[in-house]
């Protein structure tokens, strides 16, 4: 399967850490050290993830070179649903004006993108589809409680969307070579260090050591899981696009694989954590980067826990 | 593939409409009379949409003819999530202790439980699991407004776990034979009718009528088409086991099929709706019910919408 084409779409209003100084006390240097984070967007009162999983598909209908007619499913993750019942992929249907094709959305928390680039995978072996849209969008300021001085300054609102399809639509695709997800919920501290309760407290990270340590294990281990099916090593990885949620952990998974900090995609300095949004946004703002036979690996990693990675081919 | 095994967990809780017509004013046979629901279950104090899938998984073990370790994917369903980043298929997962394999949660509201077999039928078309868990919960009392006339007294809540595998694995296994999901949040009031804001007034259905129109055009619409896609015809048909949300919408599915009442199968009104559980609870209760070559029909209709039919053949 391929990739034709991806786009995003990233709330107007941004929020420094001096923000997070007056309200909570926390320095920009504290926050920087530990996390990377410089800024975050953060949706605005009539916004949220359906809203802006709509934004980024309208931004899509610019770039594709099929016609929105064609779609045949839709895929959407969030862990920051506006509404559970019409769910992301049905705000999207309604707006793409597409009728009865399999609409389903999806959450294995920030590792959502994987998840629901593999439920596509799978419409496609059984031939019930053959151009699918996922649509990942995170509105994490619609559940944080941002005087949380563990979690509150981590988070970032955003959204993207996905085209996939089974054949080669234009020359600019990239090859979905391997892809491969797991849950993890037997490790560590799986079903208490980062939790979102809506009838309770909203999303909160009590453990984040545990979500590190976790994290920094399982990205790489995924990353090379799904080079070697491909019969390749780290050294034809020419970009890796691990999850953003820490610059330290990104960091870490570089160093663990062996490779140089040229080769990491981040976009965390200046989104924060937009959840499964995060690595989709980065694919869509570096796209005219990839060169022909670059090879790009996504690696997750989200609360649960869970994880994958996928390696694509420009 | 085939159906192997399936059990269902309630809360000990019953509601009467009494209970409705102290709090509302609404009377007995008001009730009974536009919804056929008499009773429902209420979960407790520390139960959850989570609690009650592991709950249903637990009384699943005590069923199936495989060793739990060979589970080798785990797909959750439910609108009425506890945790929106440990999902249910997590909380499933950490149960088990069955580490390393693909774990998803999902919603396409109260279709759920179809969109799921059908993730998990990709699943094995990929030849990436062939032993799938599908866990169905709602926790509608969790997000309801009982004090809500309009729906209040609707809602119940429940589990139910599926155990699907590639193979045959025992005589009295169900072959799955076809399967077809759809979305159509281009009808009607489809983005509208039922939703569930978490941030705003949790589950509401304020175009109730909008519903039932749709429900009764798509449910038979989706049977008819899973039995042509097997050659066969209504005349085939054993039992009918349609989404439990209203008794009246079941007998019109049942009138339109042109199926007499004996073959429908219904838990509504001692259940109420309880989402996408309600289904796979019905065939939980009717399991022993089922001859060789009976055919069974599960049609399902959500908010959003969405809807879906299966064919099964004992």
Known sequence: MFLHQVAHYLPEQVVDNEHFTKLNGLSDEWIVQRTGIQLRRKAASAENSHSMGV??????????????????????ATYTAYDTIVTLGHAVQHFIEVADIPVVTISSACSSLLNAVEVVEGYFAMNKASKALVITSEHNTGYYNETDTVSGHLWG???AALLFTKERVSDGDMEMRSLVT???????????????RPNERGVIMPFGRDVFINACTYMP?????????CGLTVEDVSYVLPHQANLR?????????GLPEEKLISNIQYLGNTGCAGCAIGLSEHWSRFQPGDHIVITVFGGGYSYGAMLLRK
Chains 1, 2 share one sequence.
């Not at 849950?183 to 501290?189: E, F, L, Q, V, Y």
């Open 249 to 257: 952990i990104s960091m870490n998974v570089m160093n663990t694989l």
């Open 157 to 159: 609102d955003g959204a």
């Open 182 to 196: 797991g849950g993890a919920a037997t490790s560590g501290k799986a079903t208490e260090a980062v939790v979102l």
């Open 55 to 76: 934004e980024a598909v309208k931004s899509l209908l610019d770039k594709i070179q099929i016609d929105i007619s064609e779609i045949d499913l839709i895929v959407g």
């Open 221 to 229: 281990k995924a990353s090379l899981t799904v080079l070697e099916k």
